[in-house]
C-alpha cells in the first residue's frame, strides 16, 4: 500500500504559478516505486495526463503543459513536485499525484485543487 498527499493547489491569477507537492509513504523512482505523475481532472471532463516520469526514463508531458509546467523530486524527502508557471484559466482542476508499483498497481492522492481566475 502506498499512500500519497497532495498539498500546493489555490487560486491564483493568470499568469501565475503554483508549486505543487506529493508526499509518498516511500521513496519515489526505486525499484519498487518505478513511475510517478501527476495528472487533472476539470469538471465534467475525465481525468487526464499532465507529466510523468520513469526512473529509467524520460519525462513525458503532456502537450497543453510543455514549456510551462516542470516535474521534478526530492527523494530524501519522499516528495514529487510539480511547478507549474505562466497558468491559465483552462488550467483549473483538480490535480492528482499517481504512482505505480513494480507490480503495476496504481495509487493515487486525494487530490488538490488548482484554481486560475482574474
Known amino acids: 500500500q502506498v499512500q500519497l498527499a497532495e498539498s500546493g493547489g489555490g487560486l491564483v491569477q493568470p499568469g501565475g504559478s503554483l508549486r505543487l507537492s506529493c508526499v509518498a509513504s516511500?521513496?519515489?523512482?526505486?525499484?519498487?516505486?518505478?513511475?510517478m505523475g501527476w495528472y487533472r481532472q476539470a469538471p465534467g471532463k475525465q481525468r487526464e495526463l499532465v507529466a510523468t516520469?520513469?526512473?529509467?526514463?524520460?519525462?513525458k508531458y503532456a502537450d497543453f503543459v510543455k514549456g510551462r509546467f516542470t516535474i521534478s523530486s526530492a527523494p530524501n524527502k519522499n516528495t514529487l513536485y510539480l511547478q507549474m508557471n505562466n497558468l491559465k484559466p483552462e488550467d483549473t482542476a483538480v490535480y492528482f499525484c499517481k504512482a505505480k508499483t513494480y507490480a503495476d498497481t496504481d495509487y493515487w492522492g486525494p487530490g488538490t485543487q488548482v484554481t486560475v481566475s482574474s
Open positions: 516520469r520513469h526512473r529509467n526514463g524520460p519525462t
Open positions: 516511500e521513496s519515489p523512482f526505486t525499484s519498487r516505486l518505478p513511475v
